[in-house]
């Protein structure tokens, strides 16, 4: 029996260290949520440090001038409601592929420099996002004939020669 506690103890403490929320109950244990973290916002947070850009935007916001900018958790630059993602080519790619959503999911958290166009080029070049492409397409609904215009014959001559 004190086996089986020592075994109960031990399982208990590795959940403990896996972030997992455990309570011990008569019954058993009870897992209320689990942690997973992403040390995305640190890489953001330190590539906003080293963006030219970003660091004048954030001069004239600490000057008053910028408007939409601002400071959000854990200092990092916002514009409006969005992150702003630095100049770092490699942290765009990994959020792209961490969302692989389109654009209109991502504008709500994430802004940078020409979004749109990296968007629709990873989008271009994403064999899964063509695939579901066609999936989210509006069906054209039924076909429509051309219109014809009626020629008026009364003020046309023809000459033969």
């Known amino acids: 029996m004190s086996a089986l506690m020592a075994k109960e103890l031990e399982l208990i403490e590795q959940f403990q260290d ?3 929320v455990s309570k011990l109950t008569p019954s058993g244990v009870k897992l209320g949520m689990l942690n ?12 906003q440090k080293m963006d030219l850009e970003l660091l004048d935007r954030l001069v004239l916001m600490n000057q008053g001038k910028g ?7 854990n200092d990092i630059l916002m514009f ?6 630095p100049d770092v080519p ?17 504008k709500k958290l994430f802004w940078w420099r020409e979004m749109k166009k990296d968007i629709a080029e990873f989008v271009y070049a994403c064999l899964v996002c063509q695939k579901s ?16 215009p009626k020629w008026k014959w009364d003020n046309i001559s023809l000459d033969f020669v």
């Open 18 to 20: 896996l972030n997992l």
């Open 133 to 148: 492409k066609i999936e989210h397409q509006k069906p054209s609904g039924l076909m429509q004939p051309f219109f014809v």
């Open 80 to 85: 409006c409601d969005q992150v702003c993602i």
């Open 36 to 47: 997973l973290t992403s040390n995305i916002f640190k890489e953001i947070k330190e590539g």
């Open 90 to 106: 490699e942290l765009e790619k990994r959020i792209l592929e961490e969302g692989h959503r389109m654009y209109q999911d991502l």
């Open 67 to 73: 408007v939409y900018f601002r400071l959000g958790e």
